[in-house]
């Protein structure tokens, strides 16, 4: 498979459940992210990571755990979330900080895991 | 700091119409990147474009052109003759200072009307 694929598309958790959301890319990119997009609101970086290691934690509250166990794998792990958490999910990646030019690198997008906390 | 600002929350044209997306930047770093994309109701961010700072050349894709002004920081985007199916959210983006990671516009929601 190309591009980004995220997994599910859709999810409906209640507030104490337990869930993941499963981010998989095979294009060679070193650096992947998480986006929270809200209805009305802007892109939300959330975290990103670039050869497995966290670069970025946008101040994202501890009920959002990710995990990155290599390259080509990224997880955001949830627990005991709130109804405002209700949003669509955007994983990203592109090639991170060891691109020629990490400036002009292209994110490429998977399709969103739209979440509804009851 | 950057910062990318699309003052327009949403515009609706009927098909046909020309119409053009704003896109204000600030940085202050000389060497830069901006870049466009694309979602459509599906979902899926799609990158249209990208511009360095060293180019100021404006550029045509067929329907799509962009206007790209250093002099007043922008980086504007026309779609000529509007299509149904270029209803979208568009997303200006920039980075600059070395980061590989961009600062995104809030959007611009299009809505193309038969």
């Known amino acids: 498979e190309t591009g980004v694929t995220q997994t599910p598309r859709h999810l409906v958790m209640g507030m104490t459940n337990k869930k993941s959301l499963k981010c998989e890319q095979h294009?060679?990119?070193?650096?992947m992210y998480w986006y929270k997009q809200s209805a009305k609101k802007p892109l939300e970086l959330m975290f990103v990571?670039?050869?497995?290691?966290?670069?970025e934690n946008n101040s994202v509250p501890s009920r959002f755990s990710p995990e990155c166990p290599n390259s080509s794998h990224l997880f955001l792990h949830l627990h005991t979330l709130q109804p405002e958490d209700s949003a669509l999910y955007l994983c990203?990646?592109?090639?991170?900080?060891?691109?020629?030019?990490?400036?002009?690198?292209?994110?490429?997008f998977g399709a969103g895991s739209r979440l509804t906390v009851l | 700091a950057q910062k990318v600002t699309q003052a327009q929350t949403e515009i609706s044209v009927v098909e046909k119409e020309d119409v053009t997306l704003d896109c204000v930047y600030e940085?202050?770093?000389?060497?830069?990147?901006l870049f466009w994309y694309k979602q459509p109701p599906s979902g899926e961010l799609v990158f249209l474009i990208r511009?360095?700072?060293?180019?100021?050349q404006n550029e045509i894709s067929g329907r799509y052109s962009w206007n790209f002004q250093k002099s007043t920081s922008s980086f504007n985007f026309t779609i000529t003759a509007s299509q149904v199916v270029d209803s979208a959210v568009y997303f200006c983006?920039?980075?600059?200072?070395?980061?590989?990671?961009?600062?995104f516009g809030r959007g611009t929601s299009l809505i193309v009307h038969p």
């Open positions: 511009r360095n700072s060293f180019d100021e």
């Open positions: 990203a990646s592109s090639q991170g900080a060891a691109g020629l030019v990490p400036g002009a690198n292209v994110l490429t």
């Open positions: 294009l060679g990119h070193n650096a």
């Open positions: 990571y670039n050869f497995k290691e966290q670069t």
């Open positions: 940085t202050r770093d000389t060497t830069y990147y």
């Open positions: 983006a920039l980075t600059s200072g070395g980061s590989y990671i961009p600062t």
